[in-house]
């Protein structure tokens, strides 16, 4: 049972390029989310997901993507990356009440 | 929308015990969830209240007023590894996804 997992685990990009972040749950969890988090800061929800097929978004979706194909599969896309996309990038999935954490991408756009 | 406010540092002594307050508003409640997160790494789940009242789980406790907008975290006999950071954070509905956190107390432990 690997929980939540999120690759890659460090990310450099340049401005104005676009990659997808990946995550996994293997919970059966129905609940996901992506959340950010910069320096001194809490975490800030992007996007989130009640199910396949249902996505919803969080306070701060813009430039940002997701689908949500599979119960297993939350992907965020950054459609071109700018520097105040710089974060640490948090998935979760919940079993409603707890929010279980992967270990985080480490992003960094110059 | 939704806001929470909750101190940004805390100092306390090894074997002390320390409150971390949060207030809320937010346009429609579902329950209040503490977090704790160690430098680096990713935020784990400490409790939940739901209801108004304490929630105790070993040295942690967790209270809600819904009535206030207002919970604390309580964390007795403190050890060195409880320095971290603590959010608490907001489910506004009844979508276990949509959690809206505070911007955290940094606790720090002293011998």
């Known amino acids: 049972n690997a929980g939540v997992t999120q690759t890659p685990k460090f990310q450099v990009l340049k401005t104005g390029q676009s990659m997808t972040l990946q995550c996994a749950q293997d919970?059966?969890?129905?609940?996901m989310s992506w959340y950010r988090q910069d320096p001194g800061m809490g975490l800030r929800l992007i996007h989130y997901s009640v199910g396949a097929g249902i996505t919803d978004q969080g306070e701060v979706p813009n430039g940002y993507n997701v689908s949500r194909s599979t119960t297993e599969d939350f992907p965020l896309r950054l459609l071109s990356a700018a520097p105040s996309q710089t974060s640490v990038y948090f998935c979760?999935?919940?079993?409603?009440?707890?929010?279980?954490f992967g270990p985080g991408t480490r992003l960094t756009v110059t | 929308g939704q806001s929470l406010e909750q101190p940004s540092e805390v100092t306390a002594v090894e074997g002390a015990i320390v409150q971390i307050n949060c207030t809320y508003q937010?346009?429609?409640?579902?329950?209040l969830s503490w977090y704790q997160q160690h430098d680096g790494g990713a935020p784990t789940f400490l409790s939940y209240?739901?209801?108004?009242g304490l929630e105790e789980t070993g040295r942690f406790s967790s209270f809600l007023s819904r009535s206030d907008s207002y919970g604390y975290l309580l964390l007795q006999e403190l050890q060195m590894k409880d320095s971290a950071s603590y959010f608490c954070a907001v489910m506004d509905s009844n979508q276990g996804g949509k959690l809206i956190f505070g911007q955290g107390t940094e606790l720090s432990v002293k011998p």
């Open positions: 937010t346009s429609g409640f579902y329950g």
């Open positions: 209240n739901g209801l108004d």
């Open positions: 919970m059966n969890h129905e609940y």
């Open positions: 979760a999935s919940s079993s409603m009440y707890e929010q279980y």
